[in-house]
């Protein structure tokens, strides 16, 4: 096991968030890795986890996680970071695969195909199957994670998806609007029965790691004392409020409830006419804003980023200015932030000082 992260300092990692999610902390949280450090440790020549061959069956699952434990003796962790095995690979939605559908991997993501084509949605129904093959992979996966590093490592929770994002997997995306119309009793029967798989696949994977994990992740990688989430519904891009309000709001607010410091992935601005909505749900705990595609991530985002901080939430993910230097908005709140990981090479010692000292680590 080639891990540089000691029990004590898992200890402060805890205090620490603890103190940042009560709202006692006076600085962002702050997660930067170095690498490029010497390791004893043989380079590694087989495959890394990724999109590409997170499905592939004739890789032994334990190869990943071999190979990982390799190349994290090259890593170290400061301030907010951990050490982290992330499963994101298996793609965005990997509920789908659990309940159905046929994950395809390609080199920067993951395809997921319904059984067939244009399947009404009064016949889809959602079950849990304990011997469902991708299931069993993810199983696998986790089992050789915790034989390997027994809690050392945090083993990041598989991209779930969003509960309509998945029903979108089966439904197709034109058809799920049309069913908003024609079929919303149907559409909300089909939400429940998901949100209903999600937890129990989450609490699932979960007890896996439960008896030995110092601590439980996702797939953006921020740390969670307890199994929390991201939540998401980038299906809801394409409807209006009155819509969300309907079909996602309350699958949204109680699955939030649900969890321990739940987060919201907000994708893009097609999502903002919902964000009064979801700040107003208090299992949302924070917002994690990306601007999406054709916005500029350094854009002024001031107005938008107050209005979350006003509600009383975290933003999660910053982008800084282009000289480095925090969002205006947020100069008089810096407790209610998360700054997204920094790497940095170890040989860059004036830029890590210079960016920890900026950051007030």
Same mark, same amino acid.
């Given at each position: 096991?080639?891990?540089?992260?000691?029990? =004590?300092?898992?200890?402060?990692?805890?205090?620490?968030?603890?103190?940042?999610?009560?709202?006692? #902390?006076?600085?962002?949280?702050?997660?930067?890795?170095?690498?490029?450090?010497?390791?004893?440790?043989?380079?590694?020549? =087989?495959?890394?986890?990724?999109?590409?061959?997170?499905?592939?069956?004739?890789?032994?699952?334990?190869?990943?996680?071999?190979?990982?434990?390799?190349?994290?003796?090259?890593?170290?962790?400061?301030?907010?970071?951990?050490?982290?095995?992330?499963?994101?690979?298996?793609?965005?939605?990997?509920?789908?695969?659990?309940?159905?559908?046929?994950?395809?991997?390609?080199?920067?993501?993951?395809?997921?195909?319904?059984?067939?084509?244009?399947?009404?949605?009064?016949?889809?129904?959602?079950?849990? *199957?304990?011997?469902?093959?991708?299931?069993?992979?993810?199983?696998?996966?986790?089992?050789?994670?915790?034989?390997?590093?027994?809690?050392?490592?945090?083993? =990041?929770?598989?991209?779930?998806?969003?509960?309509?994002?998945?029903?979108?997997?089966?439904?197709?995306?034109?058809?799920?609007?049309?069913?908003?119309?024609?079929?919303?009793?149907?559409?909300?029967?089909?939400?429940?029965?998901?949100?209903?798989?999600?937890?129990?696949?989450?609490?699932?994977?979960?007890?896996?790691?439960?008896?030995?994990? !110092?601590?439980?992740?996702?797939?953006?990688?921020?740390?969670?004392?307890?199994? =929390?989430?991201?939540?998401?519904?980038?299906?809801?891009?394409?409807?209006?409020? !009155?819509?969300?309000?309907?079909?996602?709001?309350?699958?949204?607010?109680?699955?939030?409830?649900?969890?321990?410091?739940?987060?919201?992935?907000?994708?893009?601005?097609?999502?903002?006419?919902?964000?009064?909505?979801?700040?107003?749900? *208090?299992?949302?705990?924070?917002?994690?804003?990306?601007?999406?595609?054709?916005?500029? !991530?350094?854009?002024?985002?001031?107005?938008?980023?107050?209005?979350?901080?006003?509600?009383?939430?975290?933003?999660?993910?910053?982008?800084?200015?282009?000289?480095?230097?925090?969002?205006?908005? #947020?100069?008089?709140?810096?407790?209610?932030?998360?700054?997204?990981?920094?790497?940095?090479?170890?040989?860059?010692?004036?830029?890590?000082?210079?960016?920890?000292?900026?950051?007030?680590?």
């Amino acid at each position: 096991m080639a891990v540089h992260f000691e029990k =004590g300092q898992y200890d402060e990692l805890r205090r620490t968030y603890r103190k940042w999610w009560a709202g006692e #902390l006076d600085r962002p949280i702050v997660p930067i890795v170095t690498y490029g450090h010497e390791s004893d440790v043989p380079p590694v020549t =087989g495959p890394q986890l990724s999109f590409a061959n997170a499905w592939d069956f004739l890789i032994d699952p334990r190869t990943f996680v071999d190979n990982y434990d390799a190349y994290m003796d090259s890593l170290r962790w400061h301030a907010e970071a951990f050490p982290m095995f992330h499963t994101d690979a298996f793609g965005p939605g990997t509920l789908a695969a659990f309940l159905g559908c046929t994950p395809q991997g390609s080199p920067n993501t993951v395809w997921f195909h319904p059984p067939r084509k244009d399947i009404p949605i009064s016949e889809l129904h959602f079950e849990f *199957d304990e011997n469902n093959r991708y299931y069993r992979r993810v199983v696998a996966l986790f089992e050789a994670a915790m034989e390997k590093w027994h809690g050392r490592v945090v083993v =990041g929770m598989v991209d779930l998806g969003g509960v309509m994002d998945v029903l979108s997997s089966f439904r197709g995306a034109d058809n799920l609007l049309m069913d908003l119309y024609d079929d919303p009793e149907e559409v909300l029967r089909c939400i429940g029965e998901i949100q209903d798989m999600w937890f129990l696949y989450f609490d699932k994977l979960n007890a896996i790691m439960s008896g030995e994990a !110092e601590g439980y992740s996702h797939w953006y990688g921020m740390y969670h004392e307890q199994p =929390g989430y991201i939540l998401q519904s980038d299906f809801s891009y394409m409807i209006s409020p !009155e819509m969300f309000k309907t079909f996602v709001a309350p699958e949204l607010s109680t699955s939030a409830q649900r969890m321990y410091n739940a987060v919201y992935h907000l994708d893009g601005i097609g999502e903002i006419p919902h964000l009064d909505m979801i700040l107003s749900m *208090d299992g949302v705990k924070g917002i994690q804003w990306v601007p999406g595609a054709g916005e500029p !991530e350094r854009r002024n985002w001031d107005e938008l980023l107050r209005r979350i901080l006003d509600a009383g939430k975290k933003v999660i993910r910053l982008a800084q200015k282009p000289d480095g230097t925090p969002i205006d908005a #947020l100069a008089d709140r810096p407790g209610q932030l998360y700054f997204e990981p920094r790497w940095l090479h170890c040989g860059q010692t004036d830029e890590i000082r210079r960016y920890s000292a900026l950051m007030g680590v």
